[in-house]
């Protein structure tokens, strides 16, 4: 008889363990004094933080918990949040409110307004996500720019990538947030970048686990398909995973106010979300959020082609007004290109070949309407034109060029960078990756170019021509060939922060033409000399010296 009271008294202690963890994981939306917190029903649970306890790192509004399948992901002396926090985005703008709502037991959504930004903490019954949403009518004046953080325990979530990782750094670089190894290497959350068009999802993984952001088609955004922006940063205590919406580094165009951005944090074993993953997001037509707009009163534009395309690249075109950016990638074999999804209005469609604008044109996006083009033709790429001789291709990018492959992922100073004062360029003789990808005032400065010309070649005026993609501190190129020089030309419209150093050569692509006389080249079989200089009033020493990176330099028939 004991054995078998024993026996049912251990079912009965089983059964109510499993009744409990069975209402533990019902959807559900818990109200404390200090939280919102939400059991999505799928191994997923984390609370929003509704009251200021007076902790710098931490305010309304914050995500203070995120635990996956019971064990605890957020960092709990900081919060995740915008920028540094929703109580200091706007001058004199303090006070955040924070409140939820149960939809049918299907939806839960909980809103942080602070100031002139509302933010959105969205759940699905079921699905091991957190939907995120921002809206702003106009930009943060204290940091002026948007970007989701999740601060996240490194020692759970230890892989990261690896060039933004700068828990073993022994020195600091530059500015105190460029860093380097004891071996020279160099670490930086601005190394994590990627172009825009590249990514679908950022994260970081453990054992069994990977938490990321996915990302929207980015239209409240700035700076286009080829913009980049620090997405991570791994400390000795943290995952840093960064979603930007707006971002002060190296902007190339005003930011965009009065769009819903959407982002999603997705809970999954590891494996990076792929590309083509579609996360269902109908439903927040019934969530209420500010500047939802409908596929229904959104329009589409197809492409039926684009003619005289280099195959040797890819193509993209790009829509672009004051209120959204969009992109779609052509088709490599016929060029066709569709845009869906598109706020209505008129855009400037811009065709590059990989970065470099080739074709510039207009085109109205209606609701509910799919405005097709006629396949046209490619007018603006400079490749076309006749040269003598070219060092690299029109492409917007400087990555044929000497380090042009370690520009993004690390400091122009780290020991795995060639030295950038190569010796004298011979046409003819060296490549293009011995030509190097960036030029400053203090480090590689008077850079030479040898050529010889025939003598019909000799006889007339030809021009020469820079390209390049960003500059820093109104660096820009002056030329003189043998004994003749040129004039100085106007500093460029370029982005006023830090860009060379940062991992990106994304700016405005500008091309400085030098017309050279005929009594400039020397005769007979002559090497001719051309000295390419970086000039600027401005700018500090070393890698911070005014510099600008290569597209191509060309010397035109």
């Given at each position: 008889m004991k054995r078998i009271k024993y026996i049912s008294i251990i079912m009965w202690v089983l059964a109510a363990c499993i009744s409990s963890f069975s209402a533990q994981a019902a959807f559900q939306l818990s109200t404390s004094q200090d939280f919102y917190t939400v059991d999505t029903n799928a191994g997923v649970v984390f609370s929003i933080r509704r009251v200021d306890r007076g902790v710098s790192t931490q305010s309304p509004g914050d995500l203070a918990s995120l635990k996956i399948n019971g064990v605890e992901y957020q960092n709990q002396r900081r919060g995740s949040q915008i920028n540094s926090g929703f109580d200091w985005l706007y001058n004199n703008t303090s006070n955040v409110q924070v409140y939820a709502q149960n939809y049918q037991n299907q939806y839960i959504k909980i809103t942080v307004q602070a100031g002139n930004l509302t933010h959105y903490y969205m759940a699905r019954n079921g699905y091991p996500y957190i939907y995120m949403a921002t809206y702003f009518s106009s930009e943060p004046n204290i940091h002026g720019h948007v970007r989701y953080i999740l601060r996240l325990h490194r020692n759970r979530l230890p892989y990261g990538p690896e060039p933004s990782d700068i828990s073993q750094t022994v020195s600091t670089v530059e500015s105190g947030d460029i860093f380097a190894l004891s071996n020279g290497e160099t670490r930086s959350k601005h190394y994590s970048n990627m172009r825009l068009k590249d990514w679908h999802a950022i994260g970081a993984r453990g054992p069994n686990v990977g938490v990321w952001l996915v990302r929207d088609n980015h239209e409240g955004g700035s700076g286009g398909p080829f913009y980049r922006s620090l997405l991570n940063q791994g400390t000795a205590t943290d995952q840093e995973i960064t979603y930007?919406?707006?971002?002060?580094?190296?902007?190339?165009?005003?930011?965009?106010?009065?769009?819903?951005?959407?982002?999603?944090?997705?809970?999954?074993?590891?494996?990076?979300?792929?590309?083509?993953?579609?996360?269902?997001?109908?439903?927040?037509?019934?969530?209420?959020?500010?500047?939802?707009?409908?596929?229904?009163?959104?329009?589409?534009?197809?492409?039926?082609?684009?003619?005289?395309?280099?195959?040797?690249?890819?193509?993209?075109?790009?829509?672009?007004?004051?209120?959204?950016?969009?992109?779609?990638?052509?088709?490599?074999?016929?060029?066709?290109?569709?845009?869906?999804?598109?706020?209505?209005?008129?855009?400037?469609?811009?065709?590059?070949?990989?970065?470099?604008?080739?074709?510039?044109?207009?085109?109205?996006?209606?609701?509910?309407?799919?405005?097709?083009?006629?396949?046209?033709?490619?007018?603006?790429?400079?490749?076309?034109?006749?040269?003598?001789?070219?060092?690299?291709?029109?492409?917007?990018?400087?990555?044929?060029?000497?380090?042009?492959?370690?520009?993004?992922?690390?400091?122009?100073?780290?020991?795995?960078?060639?030295?950038?004062?190569?010796?004298?360029?011979?046409?003819?003789?060296?490549?293009?990756?011995?030509?190097?990808?960036?030029?400053?005032?203090?480090?590689?400065?008077?850079?030479?170019?040898?050529?010889?010309?025939?003598?019909?070649?000799?006889?007339?005026?030809?021009?020469?021509?820079?390209?390049?993609?960003?500059?820093?501190?109104?660096?820009?190129?002056?030329?003189?060939?043998?004994?003749?020089?040129?004039s100085n030309p106007p500093p460029p419209a370029q982005p006023k922060t830090r860009t060379l150093t940062v991992g990106t050569y994304r700016g405005n692509n500008i091309t400085y033409t030098f017309d050279v006389p005929a009594s400039a080249w020397v005769s007979g079989n002559n090497w001719n000399r051309l000295v390419v200089t970086a000039i600027s009033g401005s700018g500090l020493s070393g890698y911070l010296s005014a510099g600008y990176s290569i597209d191509s330099i060309d010397l035109l028939d």
């Amino acid at each position: 008889m004991k054995r078998i009271k024993y026996i049912s008294i251990i079912m009965w202690v089983l059964a109510a363990c499993i009744s409990s963890f069975s209402a533990q994981a019902a959807f559900q939306l818990s109200t404390s004094q200090d939280f919102y917190t939400v059991d999505t029903n799928a191994g997923v649970v984390f609370s929003i933080r509704r009251v200021d306890r007076g902790v710098s790192t931490q305010s309304p509004g914050d995500l203070a918990s995120l635990k996956i399948n019971g064990v605890e992901y957020q960092n709990q002396r900081r919060g995740s949040q915008i920028n540094s926090g929703f109580d200091w985005l706007y001058n004199n703008t303090s006070n955040v409110q924070v409140y939820a709502q149960n939809y049918q037991n299907q939806y839960i959504k909980i809103t942080v307004q602070a100031g002139n930004l509302t933010h959105y903490y969205m759940a699905r019954n079921g699905y091991p996500y957190i939907y995120m949403a921002t809206y702003f009518s106009s930009e943060p004046n204290i940091h002026g720019h948007v970007r989701y953080i999740l601060r996240l325990h490194r020692n759970r979530l230890p892989y990261g990538p690896e060039p933004s990782d700068i828990s073993q750094t022994v020195s600091t670089v530059e500015s105190g947030d460029i860093f380097a190894l004891s071996n020279g290497e160099t670490r930086s959350k601005h190394y994590s970048n990627m172009r825009l068009k590249d990514w679908h999802a950022i994260g970081a993984r453990g054992p069994n686990v990977g938490v990321w952001l996915v990302r929207d088609n980015h239209e409240g955004g700035s700076g286009g398909p080829f913009y980049r922006s620090l997405l991570n940063q791994g400390t000795a205590t943290d995952q840093e995973i960064t979603y930007i919406v707006n971002y002060a580094e190296a902007q190339t165009e005003a930011f965009r106010t009065g769009v819903l951005n959407h982002y999603t944090l997705v809970v999954n074993s590891g494996q990076q979300p792929p590309a083509d993953e579609d996360i269902n997001l109908s439903w927040f037509a019934q969530m209420g959020l500010k500047g939802y707009v409908p596929a229904s009163n959104r329009g589409r534009v197809a492409g039926v082609g684009i003619a005289g395309r280099d195959t040797n690249y890819e193509y993209t075109v790009g829509f672009a007004n004051n209120r959204a950016q969009y992109w779609a990638t052509a088709n490599p074999a016929s060029g066709y290109f569709s845009s869906d999804n598109m706020l209505p209005g008129t855009y400037t469609m811009t065709t590059y070949k990989n970065e470099l604008a080739v074709n510039t044109q207009t085109v109205t996006v209606r609701p509910g309407q799919t405005t097709v083009l006629n396949s046209y033709q490619i007018t603006g790429d400079p490749s076309r034109d006749r040269a003598i001789w070219r060092i690299g291709d029109w492409d917007g990018s400087p990555q044929e060029f000497l380090n042009g492959d370690k520009l993004t992922t690390m400091h122009p100073s780290d020991v795995r960078m060639a030295n950038w004062n190569p010796s004298n360029f011979i046409v003819g003789n060296t490549p293009a990756s011995a030509f190097p990808a960036y030029m400053w005032k203090d480090i590689n400065n008077d850079h030479i170019i040898y050529f010889r010309l025939n003598d019909a070649q000799r006889a007339k005026a030809h021009r020469v021509r820079i390209g390049i993609t960003v500059a820093y501190a109104g660096g820009r190129p002056k030329i003189s060939v043998n004994n003749w020089t040129s004039s100085n030309p106007p500093p460029p419209a370029q982005p006023k922060t830090r860009t060379l150093t940062v991992g990106t050569y994304r700016g405005n692509n500008i091309t400085y033409t030098f017309d050279v006389p005929a009594s400039a080249w020397v005769s007979g079989n002559n090497w001719n000399r051309l000295v390419v200089t970086a000039i600027s009033g401005s700018g500090l020493s070393g890698y911070l010296s005014a510099g600008y990176s290569i597209d191509s330099i060309d010397l035109l028939d």
